[in-house]
């Protein structure tokens, strides 16, 4: 800790503070009336773009949106895992959650090597993602940093695509539309079952309870 | 269709039929008093064998049945004890049914009737705000019934527990083939641990007997002590001292010292023990709380809340890709029920704690909590996927965090104002210092220490600042976003944390805060906390406004992630300019961003007359002011009270108050009381102005 006076909060604000203050305090005002509460549910609607899905989509629809993206931008990602062995792992994939919805989607990752030459990553990238669906906007601010490639794409409907390339790596992240089929509820509660089940991992040395106790 | 959506699943479990259980308790004292009939019968038979046998040992031999027929006699005595107690739990489920059906049938659709009657519009100003306070104030009474059937429940449960342990009135029904004196020490040793005034030394000698005892006792001790199985002992609320508990040190001797079938015999017995033990390797205290996870997670006697969290800390461990190995997930620690907050305590990590080479730690904030541990690890994913080699991402959630505040939207569901408060940081801090000097002494036991980085959002960071000054190790890099401010009696600079120096010889501290982020900024003012990004703090401050050279969205909110489907961006958000430079800070790539003196809310601020204007465009806003401006005066007055008074009277205090801050704003005390005075009735002014506006507005 400095020296700072005693009782007082260093730098804690100023004049300009102050008029903070009062805007917080309205702003506060504002907020306790639940008018700008953050976060809202959109409809669970998806675009044209793209694979056919139905306003609640199956895991199934979910995973076959989520290859149809990923399966596009596999050709970009240098050295990424054999297209059918990634299929594959999108299929035993477990749905994650959606926010604080209490939907589930699916949110696949694709890993590869480096890249050379970031800029034309980017140019490349932008245009598969354009032949999708999913557009980059200027709101995305793509770009490169050192040598490293960012680019993002996003729809509506929550669908988000996020990608940094750089000599090293490459990280395809895709997050798939909220849905509340049962059918990503079941796929989650099996992947549960399996997940719960490391609990019983434990030596073979270890007693068995005999049904008057535990003996040896 | 209900008009008003009630949770009914408090009583999901609640039998509609207590005829069973009446039969079936019914049943069981028959059979207990059956079979202390027989087995007395036997033993008066087999008394006899005197008549026949007159060599050696004639009495003993006699008698050999003398202690079963006492066990048998007070088996029956306990099962008659079952029995009531089986019974009054069916008399609660009838009564419980009545309720239940009274509250469907008669209070639920009388409440509809009549907030139908009172609000006809549903159109009209404030009737979402009304809808949700009847439906809340439904919901309370419906959780009245839920819970006096938890408490049923336990109550049953308490009875059954009391006649299934060795205890001072209850005696053993089961040859356990060990030695009752050695558990019995443990249970003693077990409560003098787990008791509110425990000392480490208390819980070290507990540690230490369990060591002495071989698997059998162990397995004993488990089964006829239920709660030592699922309950450790508490964390002390000072740093350890030397090797002693809670330190890695202490626990990873104490481990090593175990032979492989007492380690086995204790990861099944005591799970919560392993599983909370600091030294203990990872993968096996993640096996042991999942067997305790897995112990608590349908258990009737855990409140709604907690069960609550065990449901979604199963879940984040099985969502994703966690089949994957690196990027499997771990249950690093779990405390299903914490003795200071009541709450369920835990983390996860996503990659192997024992063997990443670097390590980070994400500490939520205000409202965080493992009722929503799923979520949180999932934007825990999205770190780790931003990041490269051989890493692993531990979402903390091991502190009572502060509630959201009632400012935060009417959808916290509460007035609390524990967030200006400190002391949920101060305790929280210290549990992380535990939790942070334990992974470096368990990870240094093997030689190994990774690189260790911790980041922190909201009230999270005033956590993390108070945990950074009472670690015994130093972490490599904290990362701090829309903090809700650093309490100055903890650190008042980045070089006040222990936190590893760079190149430049400056602690490794990082922070951002959105310039559309509201509550950050409204959570340091109100709390008279400091801004990390100010200048003065001397941490890297990083743009989340599109400033300076990393790509990606500006960000607008306070949150760490937002619905996907709306346009807002949060800190953690893929894509995002903060996610972007949080990802290459921890990635080893901090030296690359362009860096700002400060954020622009520090240098910046908003014009307070614009805010009002934008935020009195809707008439939801007007309405809803009309309806709470009373409860909002009071709520607001109680943690702003201080600032407004010292705004519109107090200019000496006030001028004060600033006059030591920044020495470029402050060119005299009697012109800035003056100036601040202004500001201060401009204030009190545009309230008044606002409230007569939207008076108008309404009528």
Redesign the interface.
Known sequence: ??D??AG????????????????????????????????????ETTTETGAEMSENPTIEELRADAKRVLGALHEIVPGATEKEEFFA?ID??????????GTL?L???LEGGGIEDPEAFILEAERILAELGIPSTP????????E?A?V?A?L?????V?I?AGP??T?V?Y?T??SNDESLRDA?DQ??D???E??????Q???K?SR????? | MSLFTIDYSGLDTLPEDSGPLRTAARSLKTVGDGFDTEVTTAGTRWGRVQNHYEGPGAETLAAALKPAVTDAGQLADNLTTLKAAAIALADEVDDLNQRRKTFTGTTQPNAESAFKRNHPAQAAPGYDVQHTVAENNLQDEFDVIAGDWAQAQQTFNTAVEGIARISTNTGAHFDYGTNSTRIGEAARLYRLATAGNATPDDVEAYYAHLAKLNEDEIAAFGAIHPEARVTPPPLPTEPAVGNGFPSGNHGAAWWDGLSPAQQAALGLALPALVGNTNGVPYTDRSAANVRTLKLVLDDPAYTAEQRKAFDSIADALAEGDTSADPGRRYLTHLIPDDPASGRALASVSIGNLDTADDVTVSVSGMGSGTHNMDGEVDNAQGVYNGLTGDRAVVTWLGYDSPDKPGWYGLESGTTSTEVLRNDHANTGGMQLAHFLDGFHETRDHHGDVPTTNVIAHSYGTTTAAAGLTQTEHAVDRYVMYGSAGIDPKVADHASDFNVKRNDEGRPQVYATMAYDDPWAALGQIASERLSPTAEEFGAYTFSSDGEGNVPGKVGNVHDQATSPEDDDWGYLEERGQSYNSITRILDGKAESIDYIDESRYDRDPKDHLELLHTATQTDEWIAALQDHVAEGVRVTGEWLGDRKDDLVDGAEATGEWLGDRKDDLVDGAEATGDWVEDRGEDAAEGISDAWGWAKDKVT
């Open positions: 800790m400095s700072g006076d007082l909060t260093p730098y804690a604000g100023g004049m300009s503070r102050a008029i903070r203050t009062a805007a917080v305090l309205l702003l506060g005002a504002a907020a306790l009336t639940g008018c700008i509460a953050p976060g809202t549910t959109g409809p792992r035993a994939l477990a749905p994650a959650s959606c926010g604080s919805s989607r949110a696949p990752a709101e995305d601010r793509n770009g490169v940093l050192d490293d960012y993002g996003g509506p409907d929550g669908r988000m996020a940094q090293e790596r990280m992240q997050e539309v909220c989650l992947a549960r399996a997940a719960l490391t609990g019983d991992d434990a030596p040395s270890a007693p309870p008057w106790g535990i003996h040896s």
